[in-house]
């Protein structure tokens, strides 16, 4: 086995334990493709506001969370027209928050 494909190299191309970004874009792109393949290019918003995890608790599993906090899709996509008008999504971790609000949005419009 290369040290592409290994473990033995944390940090290198192909590494299991090695989140690839240019991987994950490719995934995101195939699953928008499927979405609007099966449902459509627009997702009415019915419900605005939902449950949202803060990512600090999402990773710490050494009890249960005891924090939830309200993410709203309208402010979601006022924030991501935002930064696609402007072409800068920085802070990355800001622009992130609010695409994850919005692919949660797209999970439920798929969902059977």
Do not use: C
Not at 15 to 24: G, N, R, T
Not at 75 to 91: C, K, M, N, Q
Request: glycine share 8%; charged share 25%; net charge negative.
């Amino acid at each position: 086995m290369s040290a592409e494909t290994s473990n033995e190299h944390p940090g290198q191309a192909g590494s299991d334990d090695v989140l690839q970004v240019a991987e994950l874009r490719a995934a995101i792109e195939l699953a928008l493709d499927a979405f609007v393949a099966e449902h459509g290019d627009q997702v009415p918003v019915e419900h605005d506001h939902y449950w949202h995890l803060p990512v600090g608790s999402a990773f710490d599993l050494r009890g249960e969370p005891r924090e939830l906090s309200v993410g709203q899709i309208s402010d979601d996509l006022d924030e991501i027209r935002g930064f696609v008008a402007d072409a800068d999504a920085t802070p990355a971790w800001h622009a992130l928050s609010h695409v994850i609000g919005l692919l949660r949005l797209l999970e439920k419009a798929a969902r059977p």
